[in-house]
């Protein structure tokens, strides 16, 4: 990662490298979805993998910080989209290329954007994780036992960290 450099204890190099190498061989001109964007710390990692990535950051709050941390990085903020809204709530239109889901980590919560999402992947395409914490996870994270039970029986693509990917095959 050329410019990535921790903007958020939440997300760490391994986990930012391994979404970067989830995101890598997409289509040109992808389109992603950011569920939990908040201060953009997976923003800045996906656009300086792919700068010609296309992003809906979608998040309950605005976070101003999340353009600041792109301008600052010198990356174009005009390919992110923030979308206020709650995301299992949204009816998206069109097929992604991508997903990444950091948003609400409790169970209906994550159950609501897995449902609303997963099938809003174009076939080829990934789906990724954050917080998948199989072992003890805290209370409020039950990320791993949804996660599971949507993908069982299933390989991931790739681990790193709290970092999980799935293919859309």
Not at 4 to 18: I, Q, R
Not at 103 to 112: F, L, M, Q, S, W
Not at 148 to 156: I, K
Request: include cysteine; proline fraction near 8%; glycine fraction near 8%.
């Amino acid at each position: 990662m050329k410019v990535f450099d921790m903007l958020s204890p939440a997300l760490t190099m391994e986990e930012a490298t391994g979404l970067a190498e989830s995101i890598k061989d997409l289509p040109a001109q992808p389109i992603i979805v950011i569920i939990g964007a908040g201060a953009g710390a997976s923003t800045v990692a996906i656009l300086e993998t792919r700068p010609d990535a296309f992003i809906f950051s979608i998040d309950i709050e605005p976070h101003p910080e999340e353009t600041t941390n792109l301008v600052s990085r010198g990356l174009d903020h005009r390919r992110v989209v923030r979308v206020l809204a709650d995301s299992g709530e949204i009816d998206w239109p069109f097929l992604v290329d991508a997903i990444y889901i950091d948003g609400d980590h409790r169970e209906p919560g994550i159950r609501a954007d897995c449902e609303a999402w997963l099938h809003k992947v174009k076939p080829g395409g990934v789906i990724m994780f954050h917080d998948y914490v199989p072992i003890d996870p805290p209370p409020k994270n039950q990320v791993a036992r949804v996660v599971d039970s949507f993908y069982a029986g299933t390989r991931p693509l790739l681990r790193a960290g709290r970092l999980v990917v799935f293919s859309n095959e």
